[in-house]
């Protein structure tokens, strides 16, 4: 059997796939003293596709492949992960792929069983480039109630050498695990099985265990079980068990695990993957790993917010008929960011100053500082947001929400103060933005003259967290600033904006 480590590709689910130099290479240096075959690095991603930032370890050149290969030695692998949504035609990926050659050895696609037609001349091109292609075959657990799927994907196994069972929910047990291989077995007994395991119930060793008694050909892990959702089986676990328990291979110096390990126990500890909660749920429910991820990374639903969300799916049939009513020339909205409570003394001067200008709060951060003043004004709410709102407001304040309330989005009894967008135009995975609400109501009301404070933008470097709603706010900029007059009037990192200063409008 061999094991295939991917730490560095899966774990980039994390970190945009950015990782230290230093800890690049003394993870590279600590594979090469492992017992382990093959080291995935990343992906080989097509820039032209994407329009966000993605680090090195997405997009691989061929000069960092040739860097890690004269690390790591000629004796280990190397695999790369092609994404089929990056490319249009097999022509492009076969021109790109062809750079690799006599450096990479083996390439991976991810592909959906019930899709595997589309892939054929994709797989075809990259095996008569020499590569070892790899299937890892998602949703594997459709194939216990359709066993027939594994016909059509055996339709292509001239054009690929490894057939990957991937658990992408997280949520197969051992006995399917048993029983996913010997269906693929019985239908073509040569054919290389891989194993690759999410960690969702805590069963990636037990069901590692399982896919080894099966006398699978290739299994999956990571350091730390870093990966998508609750990430993977743990590399310095499955060597532990295969060192100690089964002695079937040696391990010399636990030292060194224990260094790497550590630095990236340090990376967890901001990112926190892992089994929670929600993520025993998706693997239950057979709920994709990403939907829980993004909710848990969003920051706008507590975690009672995110199970009950899991656990009942069903959309709200809730209709506000109330839309905004009225017309506004001149809207200030108020974000929850520090600077509002820097500059407080100011903004409530602009606002005295202008008492005709109406106050939208995006989100209710910043609202108890305001809580006095005179001016006309309603809430943006979505997701747990109205439960943090003091009780004696919800019945004196307005509130707004999205055009499309989500199941998520947590409303009180009495909807009299409630109001609802006509229509929020912008991409709906993230039109459920408080400022995204905010911009689509500020074009409902007609307004022309817009300001904006306390959207101080999230630290880029701090957490992949922060890191991904500062990308979604700006994407919501860049948007909004095409369609409004936008104008910042406290320090904000987001950019292509028109950034004035609130004390020019002050006497």
Known sequence: ??????????????????????????????????????????????????????????????????????????????????????????????????????????????????????????????????????????????????????????????????????????????????????????????????????????????????????????????????????????????????????????????????????????????????TSLPYMISGTTNSPQAEAMKLIKSKRYNLTDIIAHLIKKENKNIIIKKILPFKKNTILIVGGGYSVKKNLIYIKEFIKKNPTTFIMFAGCKNFDLFNNIKNQSLICITGNEINKINKKYLTTQNFLINDVVDNKTILPNNLKKIFQLKKNKIDKNISNSLLSISLAATLELGAKNIFLVGFDGYNHTNKINDYSLNTENQKIINFYRRKLDLIFLTDTIYENIEMNSIFQYLD
């Open 1 to 274: 059997m061999k094991i295939l480590d991917c730490t560095l590709r899966d774990g980039g689910y994390y970190t945009n796939w950015d990782f230290s130099q230093e800890l690049a290479i003394n993870y590279y240096k600590l594979m090469k003293s492992l017992p382990v075959d093959i080291i995935e690095i990343g992906y080989r991603g097509n820039p032209d596709k994407k329009n966000t930032y993605y680090g090195e370890y997405y997009f691989l050149t061929v000069s960092n492949l040739k860097k890690i290969k004269s690390i790591i030695g000629n004796k280990k692998k190397i695999s790369i992960m092609v994404d089929l949504k990056d490319w249009d035609s097999p022509r492009e990926l076969h021109k790109n792929l062809s750079k690799c050659k006599g450096i990479v050895n083996i390439v991976r696609f991810a592909v959906n069983p019930k899709k595997i037609i589309e892939t054929k001349n994709f797989l075809k091109v990259t095996k008569s480039l020499g590569f070892k292609v790899c299937i890892n075959l998602m949703y594997s657990h459709l194939i216990l109630n359709n066993p027939n799927l594994i016909k059509k994907v055996l339709k292509l196994k001239k054009y690929f050498d490894v057939l990957y069972i991937v658990d992408s929910f997280g949520s197969l047990v051992g006995e399917d695990v048993k029983e996913i291989i010997k269906i693929i077995k019985d239908k073509d007994n040569k054919i290389q099985i891989g194993f690759h395991a999410h960690n969702n119930l805590e069963l990636a060793l037990a069901n590692s265990i399982e896919a080894i008694k099966s006398n699978i050909d290739y299994l999956d892990c990571t350091i730390t079980g870093m990966g998508r959702g609750a990430g993977n089986l743990k590399t310095e676990l499955l060597l532990t068990y295969l060192n100690l328990k089964k002695k079937i291979i040696k391990i010399k110096d636990y030292k060194n695990i224990a260094n790497v390990v550590n630095q990236f126990e340090e990376i967890k500890l901001k990112e926190k993957w892992g």
